[in-house]
């Protein structure tokens, strides 16, 4: 106790110096923990964007880039499934629910997505939760369209809104399908997935739009309008994939066996758990690279208090001496050093923990909302705690030098006037 009071009281009179060494710990503390929730927060929401869903079918393609495009709507598909496949799949006995998607339009930069009605029905995310309307309802007419949170929010539709869809990717549109407008029906609840970041229609709508197109342009001289259209018995002729439910988990397999070996067109059937695990790997090495950056600021910053420890030593050596004159032994002089070093680690570490959260509290909103990335302001894990306190074990052992060079100091030495 008397050791840490004299530490207290020595680090007192230096304020300065031991707020500007606070600082720097407790910013590479707040980076360190940081990369540690965006990478948690990152995994989290990945994981949530799909739940209780079995099996992705769609073209033969590696199972990461079915995942990507079919359910974070990054990339594209190598090609499509035809339409009678993707009945044959669906009529199988271990099938409970299907819902088949379309990619390739886009309207104003934000992902168009053909679905049908059991896409609002039989979807789910985090952890089994069900889609829900912040305002409106499902497709009723087929030009009705169904908006995610953030088109809405960042476009400024509300119910009734006319929008043009674009024939293929990109944010300039130079190829609109203007003769069909759609009309928005309805405005998803913000899930903090890619849904909130894509315009949903009718599968009939995707085939209505390219009757009239060829080679990703207008046929020449024919133009079907959106009234004879509606006169028309729709019928998909391709999908780009399907999501499956099963009766039973135990016939996942079998009919994910019955898929891969398809005779009919190469297709592939995967299990999103395990393809998202095998995302995970591929990003392994990113991530150890960016823990290793955050890690060597936080060295570089107990490097920094160590140095100004050492420099203070021979401001120090008459109070070290004064020490020692009213009986304070070595180990005494050694402990206190040390004990400074952990004192200002210790606090750095509580100031770093108390940054980071008032950070995350000021922040998350806008992640979630811009880069739909949800991060949970939960208490430390126990591999967050563990961390912490390896730092605060490290900022004592960074005072052995300093404190070793103390303890070495003489009474006569630091009485010892130098010109």
Not at 50 to 64: F, K, N, Q, Y
Not at 139 to 160: H, R
Not at 193 to 203: F, G, K, Q, W, Y
Request: glycine share 8%; net charge positive.
């Amino acid at each position: 106790m008397i050791v840490a009071r004299l530490a207290l009281q020595s680090l007192w009179s230096r304020w300065l110096t031991a707020i500007l060494t606070v600082a720097a710990i407790s910013f590479s503390v707040m980076l360190f923990l940081g990369v540690e929730k965006v990478r948690d927060g990152a995994r989290s929401s990945f994981s949530n964007t799909i739940s209780g869903t079995d099996l992705i079918v769609g073209s033969r393609a590696g199972s990461i880039q079915l995942l990507l495009y079919s359910v974070f709507r990054i990339g594209n598909a190598t090609a499509n499934i035809t339409w009678e496949s993707f009945e044959d799949i669906k009529s199988r006995p271990e099938v409970a629910w299907t819902i088949p998607i379309s990619l390739g339009d886009s309207h104003r930069g934000f992902r168009v997505m053909g679905t049908t009605g059991d896409y609002f029905e039989f979807y789910q995310y985090r952890r089994h939760k069900k889609l829900t309307f912040q305002s409106g309802h499902p497709f009723e007419d087929i030009f009705d369209a169904v908006l995610g949170s953030d088109v809405a929010d960042t476009l400024g539709y509300q119910l009734g809104d006319p929008i043009i869809v674009s024939h293929g990717l990109g944010t300039l549109g130079l190829s609109k399908h203007d003769d069909k407008p759609f009309r928005v029906a309805g405005i998803l609840n913000k899930t903090g997935t890619p849904l909130d970041r894509t315009v949903h229609v009718s599968l009939e709508a995707i085939e209505a739009i390219h009757l009239d197109w060829q080679g990703g342009a207008r046929i020449p001289g024919r133009s079907i309008s959106a009234g004879q259209v509606r006169r028309l018995k729709l019928q998909p002729r391709s999908i780009t994939a399907a999501l499956i439910g099963t009766k039973s988990k135990l016939r996942i397999f079998s009919l994910q066996r019955f898929v891969n070996t398809y005779r009919e067109e190469p297709l592939t059937a995967i299990l999103p758990g395990v393809a998202l695990q095998e995302l995970w790997q591929l990003m392994g090495t990113a991530e150890i690279a960016l823990t290793a950056v955050s890690a060597m600021v936080v060295v570089t910053a107990l490097l920094g208090m160590i140095t100004m420890i050492l420099t203070n030593l021979n401001e120090r050596r008459r109070e070290m001496a004064i020490l020692r004159s009213v009986g304070a032994g070595p180990r005494t002089i050694f402990s206190l050093l040390m004990t400074e070093a952990g004192i200002l680690t210790t606090i750095a570490v509580l100031v770093g923990c108390i940054l980071l959260y008032a950070g995350l509290f000021a922040v998350q909103s806008t992640i979630d909302a811009k880069y739909g990335l949800f991060i949970e302001i939960d208490p430390p894990a126990f591999r967050e705690l563990a961390i912490l306190a390896g730092i605060i074990v490290t900022g004592f052992v960074a005072g052995l030098l300093p404190a070793l060079r103390a303890y070495r100091m003489s009474l006569s030495d630091g009485m010892m006037i130098r010109n």
